[in-house]
Nanobody
């Protein structure tokens, strides 16, 4: 069955970097837009970064623009999120999600996207 598995989360100091990975299986992920979303404790899920099926188009929320970079390797069925200049407010569970429709990925919360992973925790703290 379709599955997305995130990895790479952990504890990092403010100003540090992390690289998250999202591995897809059980469906033709190369045909899907994939995004990274996050949810901090007590807050609503918010969008962050999306990449089109081909990798040509990307979209970033203002809160991460210039600091995060999304990329994909369709040969490995993997999407990456390089996070630099991390701030304490970036602390959250990060989820990847996939949808065949690009516009779904660019919605603020990603509600309605076809497939979701279980998330990986990123903690930014000194």
């Amino acid at each position: 069955q379709p599955q997305l598995v995130e990895s790479g989360g952990g504890l990092v100091q403010p100003g540090g970097s992390l690289k998250l990975s999202c591995v897809a299986s059980g469906f033709a992920s190369e045909l899907y837009a994939i995004g990274w979303f996050r949810q901090a404790p007590g807050k609503e899920r918010e969008g962050g970064s999306c990449i089109s099926s081909s990798g040509v188009s990307t979209n970033y929320a203002d809160s991460v623009k210039g600091r995060f970079t999304i990329s994909r390797d369709n040969a490995k069925n993997t999407v990456y999120l390089q996070m630099n200049s991390l701030k304490p407010e970036d602390t959250a569970i990060y989820y990847c999600a996939a949808d065949v429709i690009w516009a779904m990925c660019t919605l603020p919360t990603g509600n309605g996207m076809d497939y979701w992973g279980k998330g990986t925790l990123v903690t930014v703290s000194s």
